[in-house]
């Protein structure tokens, strides 16, 4: 592991806890909520995580001059949304899995109906987190309508629709647009909305965003690479499932090798997009290497 990696780790699992901590404030729900689904809401959110999408706000934050309080409710809002869609992707109409962050998925641990319900819960609070937070009305609402693109019918819900689709054409450009929207989309606006709570210059959102396409598409790959080798125990959830289903991946397209030289390439390339943040960015760039060398 680089030395910057294991430095950022350190600075991560700190993170990640005051991330966590938020997670279980904003989910403390009035009286009106059953607490069943309350219960569900929690056992997917707080269930063992890398929190990368919450990093990648504070992180942008971070690197453009504001704070892990004011950027807070959008960490939480995009880990909220990016639950609801581990949710509803675990469910038998779609990938039909069993295990999700190392523990039975919420539709196993509950009943489909109130897997289908937490994840649309989730999906609604995050949208209240931002919009009642005490950013400015401005801000809020451009982070507000930016989440709601990265998610919705042109970002992530896009992207699943299109990957669950049995005449995908099998070409990597197509494999590529598939996972710009599925699961570029949120690591994205993430960064934008870091940038957007320090109202970022265009310039820093734009070199942002360079960096989020490049770590989006690098973590996709190495999510396939990650499959093929197959540790469910570290990973938390079945492995070995992209070859069965005749699933599209980089590592069977253009094979191990030219997939981990592509992931490498373009985690230099994310980097090379923060030259102007300087040492402020160093977080960002030390997340980037962590990304190509994950076991989980
Ligand atoms: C159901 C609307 C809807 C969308 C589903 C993102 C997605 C679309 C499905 C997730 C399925 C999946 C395994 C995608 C591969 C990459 C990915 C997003 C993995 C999970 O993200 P991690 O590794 O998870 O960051 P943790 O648990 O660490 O937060």
Request: net charge negative; glycine share 8%.
């Amino acid at each position: 592991m680089t030395a910057n990696v294991s430095g950022f780790l350190d600075y991560a699992a700190t993170a990640r806890v005051t991330v966590e901590q938020a997670l279980l404030q904003f989910t403390t729900m009035g009286s009106d909520c059953p607490p069943r689904l309350q219960e569900a809401m929690r056992y997917s959110l707080l269930a063992k995580s890398k929190r990368l999408r919450p990093l990648l706000v504070l992180m942008a934050a971070e690197a453009c001059g504001s704070n892990e309080q004011e950027a807070m409710p959008a960490a939480v809002a995009v880990e909220m949304i990016h639950t609801y869609s581990l949710i509803h992707d675990d469910l038998p109409a779609m990938d039909d899995d069993d295990l999700r962050r190392g523990q039975p998925s919420s539709h196993k641990q509950f009943d489909e109906g109130m897997a289908i319900l937490a994840g649309d819960g989730l999906l609604t609070l995050a949208f209240e987190v931002l919009s009642c937070s005490t950013l400015p009305p401005a801000a809020a609402a451009r982070c507000c309508a930016a989440l709601a693109q990265a998610a919705g019918p042109c970002g992530m819900v896009g992207g699943q629709v299109d990957d669950l689709a049995d005449d995908k054409p099998e070409t990597l450009e197509h494999l590529m647009h598939i996972h710009a929207r599925k699961t570029g989309a949120l690591f994205r606006v993430s960064l934008k909305m870091g940038g957007l709570v320090a109202d970022a210059t265009d310039e820093q959102l734009a070199a942002l965003d360079t960096y989020g396409s490049c770590i989006g598409l690098a973590f996709q790959i190495v999510d396939d690479l990650l499959d093929v080798r197959g540790d469910e125990a570290a990973l938390g959830k079945r492995t070995r499932k992209d070859d069965g289903h005749g699933k599209l991946t980089y590592p069977g397209m253009i094979g191990i090798e030219a997939s981990e030289s592509r992931a490498q390439s373009l985690v230099e390339q994310a980097c090379a997009a923060l030259t102007s943040f300087g040492g402020r960015a160093e977080h960002l760039t030390a997340l980037a290497r962590y990304v190509v060398e994950r076991n989980r």
